[in-house]
């Protein structure tokens, strides 16, 4: 199996896998759990292109700025293509999720057309990644992971509002 077939096996993973992945962990999500915002992230300052901070839907649009954007270096790096970004705005779970949906499409596509090859290459500083294209790959595929986990725990919070504070150790708390 080539390399780039075993990154892009991972990237396929950490966004669909049936278990632990971005979308296992969007799976049934209903419009109030996508909206909800912990009061944790209450103070973090707003912006009036996402959803609110820490939500699920926030964390649905900035995968979807984060994977055209990733797209796009690679694609303007290796002087491939380059399609005109979708600008997630304050939508509905299911219209983000159609919309990282097309996001991920397009990073896989931009990923798919790489050879083993290209990834010893490096990016251009001006990228804001510098470094080889490999270890960019791998960057991307840990932020679906992260992001996967994250909205597992928003979830969670979301059921489970007012849960006491708790030790596993047995200790005092």
Known sequence: MSEI?????ACDENFGHM???????LKGVSANEAAFQHPCYALVPADASMPPAGSILWQ??????CKQMYASILQQSLGLPVPQTIEPKRHTAAILLHELRLAHARLRNTLAALRDEDLARELPES????????????TINRHDAWHG???ALARRL???PGTQRHTSLGGNA
């Open 158 to 160: 979301y059921k489970n």
């Open 127 to 138: 990228t804001g990644y510098p470094g080889r294209v490999d270890a960019f790959i791998r």
């Open 19 to 25: 278990f632990d992945s971005v979308l296992s962990a």
């Open 5 to 9: 077939s075993q990154l892009l096996a």
């Open 60 to 65: 649905m649009a900035h995968l979807c700025v």
């Open 149 to 151: 986990g994250q909205i």
